[in-house]
C-alpha cells in the first residue's frame, strides 16, 4: 500500500503540491489525472525522493519513506518509470534490462521478459535508444519488473505512441495487476485509462479534488475530458 498526506512540494520557490493526499491498495491500479502543470509528475517525484517533499507524509507498507534518498526507497520496493524512460545509450537492451539490482524474489526473469516482448529479445545486442519509443517504453517497464519491486509508479507510459503499442501496455499493466503489483499510473488518456486502473484521483493545483471508481469515471467521460482540455 502506498499513502500520501499532506504532502507539500516545491521546485524552488514554487509551490506545486498543496497538501497532496492519496491512498492506492496493495494490488490496485490507480491513476493521476489532470491538466499538464497540475502536480502528477512532481507528485511521483516526490514519492521517489527525487524531490523532497517538504512536509507530510509518506508510506509504502505502512513504513515511512520520506525523508530518505531515491536508492533506499527503490530497496523498499518501489520502482519508477519516468516519462524519459531512462534509456542507457551506451548499453545495449540486454545490458540495460541486467543492470539494475534485483530488489525482490518476485521479479520476472529475463525469459519471461522475453517470452511477454518478443521485439527485445530480437534487440537484445542492439543499442537502447535505437529502439522505437514504444519499445524503449517496454523496456523500461521491463527494466522495472525484473527488479522485483512490487509498487511501480508510470509517468505518461502511453504519450506518443502508437495505437498497438498503447494497446501492448495496457495488456502489460494488467499482467502487472494479475501478479498482484501495485500500479500508480500518470495518464492524460482516459479511455485508456479506463481499461487498466481501479480508480482514478483527479488533481488539479497540486492535490487531489476528488477520487472516483472506474464506473464513475466511464459514466463522467465527456465532463471529465472537458476537465483535462483533451
Do not use: C
Not at 537492451?93 to 530488489?103: K, R
Not at 519499445?135 to 511501480?152: C, H, K, P, W
Not at 501496455?169 to 500508480?184: F, N, P, Q, S, Y
Not at 488539479?204 to 477520487?211: A, K, L, S
Amino acid at each position: 500500500m502506498l499513502e500520501l498526506r499532506d504532502v507539500h512540494a516545491y521546485y524552488g520557490e514554487s509551490h506545486i503540491l498543496h497538501g497532496m493526499r492519496l491512498r492506492v491498495e496493495t494490488g490496485e491500479v490507480a491513476t493521476l489525472v489532470g491538466r499538464n502543470g497540475v502536480g502528477k509528475t512532481t507528485t511521483l517525484r516526490t514519492i521517489m525522493g527525487i524531490l523532497p517533499a517538504r512536509r507530510g507524509h509518506i508510506s509504502l507498507d505502512g513504513k515511512p519513506i520520506i525523508g530518505l534518498p531515491s536508492d533506499r526507497i527503490a530497496k523498499r520496493g518501489l520502482g519508477y518509470v519516468p516519462e524519459e524512460r531512462g534509456i542507457l545509450s551506451t548499453l545495449s537492451v540486454y545490458e540495460n534490462l541486467t543492470l539494475a539490482p534485483i530488489i525482490g524474489d518476485k521479479g520476472w526473469s529475463v525469459g519471461r521478459i522475453f517470452a511477454e516482448f518478443p521485439i527485445l529479445k530480437e534487440r537484445a545486442k542492439a543499442a537502447g535508444t535505437t529502439l522505437s519509443g514504444g519499445e524503449q517504453q517496454m523496456l523500461a517497464i521491463a527494466r522495472v519488473l525484473r527488479s522485483g519491486a512490487r509498487t511501480v509508479l508510470l509517468d505518461e507510459p502511453t504519450e506518443g505512441l502508437a495505437p498497438v503499442i498503447v494497446e501492448r501496455i495496457g495488456e502489460l499493466i494488467r499482467a502487472m495487476k494479475a501478479d498482484g503489483i501495485t500500479v500508480l499510473l500518470v495518464e492524460q488518456n482516459v479511455r485508456f485509462a479506463t481499461g487498466v486502473a481501479d480508480r482514478h484521483h483527479v488533481v488539479v493545483h497540486g492535490r487531489v479534488v476528488e477520487t472516483l471508481e472506474n464506473a464513475e469515471v466511464i459514466a463522467r467521460e465527456k465532463e471529465l475530458l472537458d476537465l483535462l482540455g483533451v
